[in-house]
């Protein structure tokens, strides 16, 4: 049963909207405080509000006040205001300050439960609604808020609206497939296909067919016409996932594709218009390819006409961590555990580890963690981390080098990847951080410096 509040000091008329709205479980109040009380405890969808509450009964001020503290701790109530006066002012007053709608006394059982049966239907679509966006969000979420994300998320707004070729460059794991899924939920072209394809785990012999479609017997084997992944995202976006790896010999008719937005089926015998916005990405370093001709220049620059740069984990500082937190939600509901957080020396663990394999891996540690992990809070041991330092006697020297190159990375991820600001952090010298930074072959740091990409 549907629970509505009703909020009326007049006993008689209690007892008569009890009558009249005997479909609903009705809570009653009887000034703005019991109100109050009420809402919070019973949070009611509808709400019924006399305006002539005490101690100023004869007027509006209280009831008025109340619909106000109401809307202020749940706006989404539907709140229906009860005038008892034939000036409707009080109840235009009501309405421009939120209230639902209104119904002036006396009381018609009828009228008042179509009223009220309206303000259900609204709020349980409206909660619809924001079921339906909150998991929208979480699915096209970029968790992150490092400057470097939140740059590349700003490109990602930009270029979403647009119809531009973007390649998205990044190492294997860092969510280039994520980021691709991102630009077609941001664009136009939302509620048409998202195709993938990628081009590296399908056989030379087979990506042409997987692209572009076939005939009915444009080879042994081809029964019947088969649409190609092109095809298939007619009207959407497609990402042609490592494109870096895309056979030479294939290369000419995805150029064409590129600039005509034409596709001919193999075996067939005209063309066919697609309208496909293109997305690629890939590891390689594309220009190098360019140069060693494995790749065609003309097809370089069509597919690049905006680069975006998925930054490396390593590079995203404290995002590692506001990763692994909703990952580890996910886990949990997935392996119904009830796993709380990570260790003080697991979080350190996580925020100096280099993550060559970027969130892939992290995804991977803290899968098998939470399936074997033996308390509430899950250890670096538990992620997979070498705990030889923790558990077994080291040298003093073995102890400090440890401790010097933890300390360094995490300076240096404090410090946004600048190592004149880490050498600060670190209350040392540039010279002496270099030195550091050779001695522990932390190279890494010295390629991404921000400052020296400036
Ligand atoms: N910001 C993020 N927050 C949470 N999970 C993420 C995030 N980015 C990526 N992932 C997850 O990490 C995994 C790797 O992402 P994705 O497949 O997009 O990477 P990729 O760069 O395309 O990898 P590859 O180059 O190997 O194809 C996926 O399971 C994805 O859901």
Known sequence: ????????????????????????????????????????????????????????????????????????AKPETKVIVITGSTDNSHALQAIALGAYDYYQKPLDAEVLNIIIQRAFKLSSLESENRALRASYQQQSEIIGNSDAIVKACRTVEKIAPTEITTLLYGESGTGKEVFARAIHRQSPRLNKPFVAINCASIPENLLESELFG?????????????????????????????????????????????????????????????????????????????????FREDLYYRVSEIVLQIPPLRQRGYDVILIAKALLHRFNQEY???????????????????????????????KSAVILAESKFL????????????NQQQTLRQVREHAESAAIRHAYILANNNLSKTADVLGITRPTLYALIDKYRLYDLRQTDNEANF
Not at 380 to 389: M, P, S, V, Y
């Open 379 to 390: 250890t670096a041991g538990d992620l997979g981390f070498r705990t030889t330092e923790l």
């Open 214 to 294: 076939y005939e009915k017997g444009a080879f042994t084997g081809a029964v019947k016409t088969t649409l190609g992944k092109i095809e298939c995202a007619n009207g959407g976006t497609l990402l042609l996932d490592e494109i870096g790896d895309m056979p030479m010999s294939l290369q000419a008719k995805m150029l064409r594709f590129l600039q005509e937005r034409v596709i001919e089926r193999i075996g067939g015998r005209h063309e066919i218009e697609v309208d496909v916005r293109v997305i690629c990405a890939t590891h390689r370093d594309l220009p190098d390819m360019v140069a060693q001709q494995s």
């Open 336 to 366: 119904k555990t009830e796993i709380q957080g990570f260790t003080d020396c697991a979080t350190r663990a996580m925020l100096s580890h280099n993550w060559p394999g970027n969130i892939r891996e992290l995804q991977n540690k803290l």
């Open 1 to 72: 049963m549907q629970t509505v509040l009703v909020i009326e000091d007049d006993l008689g008329i209690q007892k008569q909207l009890k009558w009249s709205l005997s479909d609903y479980e009705l809570i009653f109040a009887g000034d703005r405080q019991q109100a109050m009380t009420q809402l919070r405890r019973y949070e009611p969808a509808v709400v019924t509000l006399d305006l002539g509450l005490p101690p100023d009964p004869a007027n509006a001020s209280e009831g008025l006040a109340c619909l106000t503290e109401i809307l202020s």
